[in-house]
Structures are given as C-alpha cells and as structure tokens.
C-alpha cells in the first residue's frame, strides 16, 4: 500500500483547507484509514479515522465540529474549517490493518506528510 499526502499551505485562522491522501495497492475493507499530525517538538497525535466498510469516523475532541474526515474510492480527505494555529502541523495519512486504533503505532502504512500551517 503506498499513501500519497497533498493539500497542506500556509492559511489564516479561520480558514478552511481540504487535505488527500491517494492511496494504492490493496487495502482491505476491514482496515481505517486516518489523519495524525505532528506540530514540531511534539509526539504525533490522531486527528480522525474512518471505517472501510461502515463509514463510521472518529474525531478528536480538539478537531471535532471543525473536521470531516471522508473516504471516495481510494481517496481519503480531511476538510479541516475554522482553523486555529494550534493545528499548525505535518498531516500524515495512515492505514491500520488491525482496526481502529487511536496510537500511531498502529498503523502501517503510512503517507509522506503535508505540511499545515495557520498564521494567527
């Protein structure tokens, strides 16, 4: 499976910005597929995941009502509005092959990053 990351810029607060993960190769209907970020000098954290086959999606507190986390064929996104500087960060997609799971240590496959960046 290889993950491709794109749509991260420099924005204002309050703005919004969709970010897309194109994903290729084989990827299971039972997998999730997810959003982590890393602000510098900060452990990598879940933003928001999303069920294969349910369409079930998960959130963290900080993002949620400001973040939608979406699926269409092999195209994961992640509509991110009302962004605040606090979401300044690298966007990594991910899949984990073992359900879901809040800890980036689960997941294998991973994309390359884009970088978000909120000025105040």
């Known amino acids: 499976v290889q993950l491709q990351a794109s749509g991260g810029g420099l924005v204002q607060a309050g703005d919004s910005l969709r970010l897309s993960c194109a994903a290729s190769?084989?990827?299971?209907?039972?997998?999730?597929m997810g959003w982590f970020r890393q602000a510098p000098g900060k452990e990598r954290e879940f933003v928001a995941a999303?069920?294969?086959?349910?369409?079930n999606t998960y959130y963290a507190d900080s993002v949620k009502g400001r973040f939608t986390i979406s699926r269409d064929g092999a195209t994961l996104y992640l509509q991110m509005n009302s962004l605040k500087p606090e979401d300044t960060a690298v966007y990594y997609c991910?899949?984990?092959?073992?359900?879901?799971?809040?800890?980036?240590?689960?997941?294998?496959?991973w994309g390359q990053g884009t970088l978000v960046t909120v000025s105040s």
């Open positions: 991910a899949v984990s092959r073992t359900g879901l799971a809040y800890d980036w240590r689960e997941y294998t496959y």
């Open positions: 190769g084989r990827i299971f209907s039972s997998a999730v």
């Open positions: 999303i069920r294969r086959n349910s369409g």
